[in-house]
């Protein structure tokens, strides 16, 4: 006797487990199939791979998903659009990765008349500041005087005529404008 998909999915999600291994055993191959288009569209070298892509959405996008199954075609429909969205997570985690630091942004900044910095990356540094200039020179000003002329918060605010909140606020959104500016310099 053959149980229907969408039963079995049905009772998946209520927390059977045989249900859940019966049909996995159903629809992994077509999952696969969707998974390798999916990634077929993605950039060379992509780290993930169609098996894994169809374990991540069926144990942990499908397992929790709490809208009823109405037919096959729905749950490979909505197994299509969780593909996408892991795709999409990968994607920003990568990405994330790829940030610097605000952090890292001031320790380039306090190092960058240092000789042994590559010229690439002060060049970096020194056009992200520019055009930090060019949008806050408030802000600038505030990052010039901290991390490139050495000064404490105190000795900022008073050469700057601004309170010491102003000037910390001041250099926190610079240097967060300017490591998005230098995605992937690390």
């Given at each position: ?83 996408r969205q892991v795709l999409i997570d990968h994607a920003r985690a990568r990405s994330a ?90």
């Amino acid at each position: 006797m053959e149980v229907p998909l969408t039963l079995l999915l049905s009772r998946a999600q209520l927390g059977d487990r045989f249900a859940e291994n019966l049909a996995a055993r159903l629809v992994v191959d077509k999952l696969r199939t969707m998974a390798r288009a999916l990634l077929g569209r993605e950039r060379k070298g992509h780290t993930l791979q169609a098996t894994a892509l169809v374990s991540e959405v069926f144990i942990q996008k499908l397992r929790r998903l709490e809208t009823p199954i109405l037919s096959r075609e729905h749950y490979y429909s909505m197994a299509a659009y969780a593909m996408r969205q892991v795709l999409i997570d990968h994607a920003r985690a990568r990405s994330a990765q790829k940030r610097v630091p605000p952090d890292a942004v001031a320790d380039l900044l306090m190092t960058s008349g240092n000789s042994s910095m590559d010229a690439d990356t002060r060049l970096a540094v020194q056009q992200a500041f520019e055009r930090l200039a060019a949008l806050d020179a408030k802000a600038a000003a505030a990052i010039r005087c901290r991390f490139i002329d050495g000064y404490t918060v105190q000795q900022a605010a008073e050469r700057l005529n601004s309170p010491r909140w102003k000037v910390r606020a001041d250099c926190e959104f610079g240097l967060k404008w300017m490591a998005d500016g230098l995605r992937g310099l690390s």
